[in-house]
């Protein structure tokens, strides 16, 4: 969750979501890859975005 | 069941912190950048006025400040300090002393307060607007307390505002605009003085440069105001209060944007005031970037703008609350849409001349301008970090003097804002290193400037007097009438030639102080409005054009200086004045 305010945490929150997943695949921590995920995805649009503008 | 109910809520939660965060606020920048701005370039000119200022937006370049003809204007500039509630005194430990000069206008009316070295600066009196026009200025950055405007909460004041109109009204005389300054430093000079002994590493601090709020909204919850490193705002009470602020705890930032409002409507109608600037310096308080000015600061000028403008940018929220980034604000009725708004960059993005924080669109009113300070090698973090290291010595910026134009460039093409130089100003000793480096910056880059500062008294921890004039004597609190004589290597650098109003929006120029050479190329159509070149009066060089110019350059003689008009024919154009001495400045 700390990766939608901290996008740079985002490649963390995935690798550990994804690892945990892979442990317990019924556990919660797919909400945590979808933080990550989300968190990843704009954290990189959004540099895109400004490249884009600027 | 519970399982299903905990991951909903935990679905909701994720959503929830990802609508307040970046996802929330990169959705809306977006937005922003979609929305069509409304672009009113002509507005009528009041009697006497001057010209109503806007931000053009041409495709491919950065947004330039613009007159109604579409021109590009070039503002210069000083920042005289008198208007700021500084702390006063000889005793450090009262913490709230009165405002140090008379606030009724009535005691400036042809005649000017005694200075005195308890405060950090002089009065400012119509006397300083003359000189500063003589200088070639065409204007003036005003600073302003909301300590002053708002001292008790919900009571603005009348007779402050009256004292704003009042330098207004001098620099219309004067032909010079005036960009108000929500100003402050470290938040306020109400953040208090620790009396216990300081924590490791601190010192005790004195409050003759902390400005800003009033003491109603400096919520420090008793953290102690001490200072580190020697650094005015590295102080546990100001990041406390800022952090209070940024957060809007009991709402002081709509009381903020509320004074705000109530100056742009008293100026709603006056061109000579050319913007405004909502927030000098911002400090990030204990948050950190790039979130500090992604999901804090800029979606705060947004607010702002949102209510003196009515754009309705952002979400509709609801206020006197903590409000998240994608939130807007109501329209509080002003309806001001013909001044510029200046945005300054955060504190962070200043000491390393580097931007640090994504920096997207934030409003989708037109006339936004970002406000650099340009403080290389004097509040760099090489400089906080080291100050025996000469500047030509520097490990820092590795850009040089041309990173924070560079990036300030790009930055602003991001958020779709001008640039503009809010501050910048040094050590006199270093005059001919940093500020001609930065005078020459500013002519590549094509961005005006104010300079810090106009005048001061005695310098910051005993340093020397950052004013275009030497300061005062300082051993004695005795009255003194002025503030020293003027220092005439910076005069000489700062009155300098420069291209008023251009249509050629990337025109190249360079002015030498030393030999009163000035060169400026530019290339416009037959029919496209003139360039205005500044001389001002020390400049006795002789003016000459060349390529394609309709006829000869009309040349107006008045007491600042030469205005020269210089039609173009179509094509490639130049101006030039001629090496000659620089006649000096005396005291």
């Known amino acids: 969750v700390l990766s939608l305010p901290f996008g740079l945490l985002a490649p963390f929150a995935i690798w550990s979501a994804s690892r945990s997943l892979r442990r317990a695949p019924s556990s919660s921590a797919w909400i945590g890859l979808l933080a990550g995920i989300t968190g990843g995805v704009f954290a990189v649009g959004g540099i895109v975005f400004w490249l884009f503008l600027s | ?587």
């Open chain 2, 1 to 587: 069941m519970r399982r299903t109910i905990a991951r909903a809520v935990a679905v909701v939660v994720v959503v929830l912190i990802a609508a307040f965060t970046y996802p929330g606020a990169i959705l809306v920048s977006i937005g922003v950048h979609l929305t069509p701005a409304t672009r009113s370039t002509a507005f009528p000119v009041a009697p006497a006025g001057l010209e109503w200022l806007h931000v053009e937006h041409p495709p491919g370049m950065t947004p330039f400040i613009a007159d109604s003809e579409g021109r590009r204007v070039l503002l210069h500039g000083a920042i005289p300090a008198g208007l700021i509630d500084f702390w006063s005194g000889t005793d450090f430990s009262v913490t709230n002393p009165a405002p140090y000069y008379p606030i009724d206008p009535a005691a400036y009316d042809g005649k000017c307060p005694a200075n005195s070295s308890v405060i950090a600066t002089p009065p400012l009196c119509q006397d300083d607007i003359k000189r500063m026009a003589a200088l070639g200025f065409n204007s003036v950055r005003l600073p302003m307390s909301w300590s002053l405007l708002e001292p008790e909460r919900g009571k603005l004041s009348k007779q402050y505002l009256d004292r704003v109109a009042q330098v207004v009204s001098w620099a219309r005389d004067a032909g010079m605009y005036v960009i108000l300054d929500m100003h402050q430093n470290a938040f306020s000079r109400y953040v208090g003085r620790s009396a216990q002994p300081p924590l490791p590493g601190g010192a005790a601090i004195s409050l003759r440069y902390y400005t800003g709020a009033p003491a109603w909204a400096t919520i420090t919850d008793g953290l102690p105001s001490e200072w580190y490193n020697g650094t005015r705002e590295l102080n546990p009470a100001a990041f406390e209060a800022t952090t209070n602020f940024w957060y809007n705890r009991a709402g002081i930032q709509d009381e903020y944007i509320a004074t705000v409002a109530h100056v742009m409507q008293r100026f709603k109608d006056d061109s000579t005031v050319a913007g405004i600037s909502v927030y000098n310096e911002p400090q990030p308080g204990w948050d950190l970037s790039p979130g500090f000015e992604d999901l804090l600061l800029f979606p705060f000028y947004r607010r702002v703008v949102d209510a003196i403008t009515g754009v309705r940018d952002g979400l509709p929220c609801p206020t006197r609350v903590f409000m998240p980034a994608p939130c807007g604000y109501p329209d509080l009725g002003v309806h001001d849409t013909r001044h510029l708004v200046f945005l300054d960059s955060g504190w962070l993005r200043e000491v390393t001349d580097f931007p640090t924080h994504l920096g997207l669109p934030v409003s989708s009113y037109p006339n936004l301008v970002l406000g650099i300070h340009a403080y290389t090698h004097v509040f760099t973090i090489e400089h906080l970090i080291d100050a025996k290291t000469a500047p030509d010595k520097a490990s820092y910026p590795w850009g040089g003097y041309d990173q924070t134009y560079y990036w300030g460039e790009r930055e602003a093409r991001a958020i779709g804002a001008a640039l503009f130089v809010t501050e910048f100003g040094n050590d006199p000793y270093y005059d001919p290193l940093e500020l001609r480096a930065q005078l020459r910056e500013q002519e590549i880059h094509l961005t005006g400037f104010a300079f810090w500062t106009w005048m001061e008294n005695c310098g910051s921890g005993g340093g020397t007097p950052y004013g275009v004039f030497d300061g005062i004597d300082c051993k004695t609190n005795a009255p003194e009438p002025s503030s020293g004589c003027i220092r005439p290597e910076r005069a000489a650098m700062l009155a300098r030639v420069y291209p008023e109003a251009s249509s050629d929006p990337n025109l190249t120029y360079s002015y030498d102080p030393s030999t009163g050479y000035f060169t400026l190329r530019a290339n416009a159509r037959f029919g496209d409005p003139a360039t205005v070149v500044m001389v001002p009066s020390g400049v006795s060089g002789s003016i000459t054009v060349g390529g394609a110019v309709a006829g000869e350059p009309a040349i107006a003689q008045s007491g600042e200086g030469r205005t020269v008009t210089v039609y173009p024919a179509g094509g490639v154009f130049t101006v030039n004045v001629a090496a000659a001495p620089v006649a000096p400045f005396r005291c």
